[in-house]
Nanobody, 123 residues
Framework: QVQLVESGGQLVQAGGSLRLSCAGS????????MGWFRQAPGKEREFVARISGSGGSTYYRDSVQGRFTISRDNAKNTVYLQMGSLKPEDTAVYYC????????????????WGQGTQVTVSS
Protein backbone atom coordinates (compact mmCIF):
# COMPACT_ATOMS: atom_id res chain seq x y z
CA GLN A 1 0.00 0.00 0.00
CA VAL A 2 1.44 3.31 -1.08
CA GLN A 3 1.48 6.15 1.41
CA LEU A 4 2.70 9.72 1.12
CA VAL A 5 2.73 11.71 4.35
CA GLU A 6 3.40 15.43 4.36
CA SER A 7 4.57 17.41 7.35
CA GLY A 8 5.98 20.82 8.21
CA GLY A 9 3.10 23.12 7.44
CA GLN A 10 2.36 25.89 9.95
CA LEU A 11 1.55 29.55 10.44
CA VAL A 12 4.45 31.82 9.49
CA GLN A 13 4.90 35.55 8.98
CA ALA A 14 5.45 37.03 5.57
CA GLY A 15 9.11 36.92 4.65
CA GLY A 16 9.67 33.80 6.70
CA SER A 17 10.73 30.30 5.71
CA LEU A 18 9.38 26.78 6.05
CA ARG A 19 10.49 23.34 5.00
CA LEU A 20 7.86 20.80 4.04
CA SER A 21 8.62 17.09 3.99
CA CYS A 22 6.87 14.22 2.29
CA ALA A 23 7.74 10.68 3.31
CA GLY A 24 6.84 7.88 0.94
CA SER A 25 6.36 4.19 1.58
CA UNK A 26 5.18 1.19 -0.40
CA UNK A 27 6.69 2.30 -3.70
CA UNK A 28 10.09 2.17 -5.41
CA UNK A 29 10.72 5.78 -4.50
CA UNK A 30 13.56 6.54 -6.91
CA UNK A 31 11.41 5.31 -9.82
CA UNK A 32 8.88 8.04 -9.19
CA UNK A 33 9.00 11.69 -10.04
CA MET A 34 7.65 13.76 -7.17
CA GLY A 35 5.63 16.92 -7.29
CA TRP A 36 4.36 19.55 -4.90
CA PHE A 37 0.98 21.13 -5.56
CA ARG A 38 -1.10 23.56 -3.56
CA GLN A 39 -4.70 24.55 -3.24
CA ALA A 40 -5.98 27.75 -1.72
CA PRO A 41 -9.61 28.15 -0.61
CA GLY A 42 -11.89 28.60 -3.59
CA LYS A 43 -9.12 28.00 -6.09
CA GLU A 44 -7.98 25.16 -8.32
CA ARG A 45 -5.11 22.95 -7.26
CA GLU A 46 -1.93 24.27 -8.88
CA PHE A 47 1.51 22.99 -9.65
CA VAL A 48 4.33 24.30 -7.45
CA ALA A 49 7.43 22.25 -8.17
CA ARG A 50 8.55 18.83 -9.33
CA ILE A 51 11.68 16.74 -9.28
CA SER A 52 12.83 13.75 -11.27
CA GLY A 53 13.40 10.35 -9.70
CA SER A 54 17.14 10.84 -9.56
CA GLY A 55 16.80 14.39 -8.32
CA GLY A 56 18.76 15.69 -11.27
CA SER A 57 15.95 17.76 -12.80
CA THR A 58 13.72 20.27 -11.09
CA TYR A 59 10.95 22.54 -12.32
CA TYR A 60 9.02 25.38 -10.69
CA ARG A 61 6.04 27.59 -11.30
CA ASP A 62 7.14 31.11 -12.11
CA SER A 63 5.79 32.69 -8.93
CA VAL A 64 7.97 30.53 -6.66
CA GLN A 65 11.10 30.36 -8.81
CA GLY A 66 14.03 31.62 -6.75
CA ARG A 67 12.09 31.38 -3.48
CA PHE A 68 11.32 27.66 -3.25
CA THR A 69 13.63 24.68 -3.66
CA ILE A 70 12.53 21.10 -4.17
CA SER A 71 14.91 18.29 -3.27
CA ARG A 72 14.79 14.62 -2.41
CA ASP A 73 16.68 12.05 -0.39
CA ASN A 74 16.03 8.67 -1.96
CA ALA A 75 17.79 6.87 0.88
CA LYS A 76 15.10 8.26 3.19
CA ASN A 77 12.23 8.04 0.67
CA THR A 78 11.56 11.70 1.31
CA VAL A 79 11.03 14.78 -0.81
CA TYR A 80 11.34 18.31 0.55
CA LEU A 81 10.09 21.74 -0.34
CA GLN A 82 12.17 24.53 1.15
CA MET A 83 10.13 27.71 1.01
CA GLY A 84 11.61 31.16 1.56
CA SER A 85 10.50 34.79 1.32
CA LEU A 86 6.97 33.58 1.93
CA LYS A 87 4.08 35.75 0.87
CA PRO A 88 0.43 35.74 1.96
CA GLU A 89 -0.49 34.45 -1.51
CA ASP A 90 1.49 31.29 -0.74
CA THR A 91 -1.17 30.37 1.81
CA ALA A 92 -2.67 27.02 0.82
CA VAL A 93 -2.83 23.34 1.58
CA TYR A 94 0.30 21.81 0.10
CA TYR A 95 0.21 18.30 -1.32
CA CYS A 96 2.95 16.00 -2.48
CA UNK A 97 2.31 13.57 -5.29
CA UNK A 98 4.13 10.72 -6.98
CA UNK A 99 4.18 9.86 -10.65
CA UNK A 100 5.79 6.81 -12.17
CA UNK A 101 8.79 7.66 -14.37
CA UNK A 102 8.58 11.18 -15.81
CA UNK A 103 6.95 14.01 -13.89
CA UNK A 104 4.28 16.39 -15.10
CA UNK A 105 2.85 19.85 -14.46
CA UNK A 106 -0.62 18.28 -14.60
CA UNK A 107 -2.04 17.12 -11.29
CA UNK A 108 -4.24 14.54 -13.01
CA UNK A 109 -1.15 12.71 -14.27
CA UNK A 110 0.01 11.77 -10.77
CA UNK A 111 -0.62 8.31 -9.35
CA UNK A 112 -0.51 8.87 -5.61
CA TRP A 113 -1.23 11.78 -3.29
CA GLY A 114 -0.63 12.72 0.29
CA GLN A 115 -3.26 14.17 2.60
CA GLY A 116 -1.86 17.69 2.53
CA THR A 117 -0.35 20.07 5.04
CA GLN A 118 -1.60 23.60 5.73
CA VAL A 119 0.71 26.55 5.19
CA THR A 120 -0.58 29.92 6.34
CA VAL A 121 1.41 33.10 5.73
CA SER A 122 0.32 36.14 7.70
CA SER A 123 0.94 39.68 6.49
Amino acid sequence: QVQLVESGGQLVQAGGSLRLSCAGSGLPFNSYAMGWFRQAPGKEREFVARISGSGGSTYYRDSVQGRFTISRDNAKNTVYLQMGSLKPEDTAVYYCAAKRAVGSYNAEAYDYWGQGTQVTVSS
